[in-house]
């Protein structure tokens, strides 16, 4: 599956933004889907999970309660809306894809990736 990120952009701090993954293929809806973001110099981090039929999600700390990821499988797209951004939330998000069938946050354990998108939260 090829995976396409976009929606980011430049934010004031306690703005919004809705990311979406766009995924190719016709097996989109038998991935768990997750976000991952990369600030400078930092390692990449887990931020959102949610499982193949959507019906089961889990969040980093740092985003939950901010964050909300979903995803409209007849749309072979995964979402990822991000309020009450912080300066510390700048970064590269990326989406990816894992065929494993439970929770997972490591890089490791999902198979394919997208490009990444920027966010920038300004002060």
């Known amino acids: 599956v090829q995976l396409q990120a976009s929606g980011g952009g430049l934010v004031q701090a306690g703005g919004s933004l809705r990311l979406s993954c766009a995924a190719s293929?016709?097996?989109?809806?038998?991935?768990?889907m997750g976000w991952f973001r990369q600030a400078l110099g930092k390692e990449r981090e887990f931020v959102a999970y949610?499982?193949?039929?959507?019906?089961?999600?889990y969040y980093a700390d740092s985003v939950k309660g901010r964050f909300t990821i979903n995803r409209i499988n007849a749309k072979n797209t995964v979402y990822l809306q991000m309020n009450s951004l912080k300066p510390e939330d700048t970064a590269v998000y990326y989406c990816?894809?894992?065929?494993?069938?439970?929770?997972?946050?490591?890089?490791?354990?999902?198979?394919?990736w997208g490009q990444g998108t920027l966010v920038t939260v300004s002060s």
């Open positions: 293929g016709r097996t989109f809806g038998t991935y768990g």
């Open positions: 949610i499982s193949w039929s959507g019906g089961r999600t």
């Open positions: 990816a894809a894992t065929e494993a069938t439970v929770v997972v946050t490591t890089t490791p354990e999902y198979n394919y």
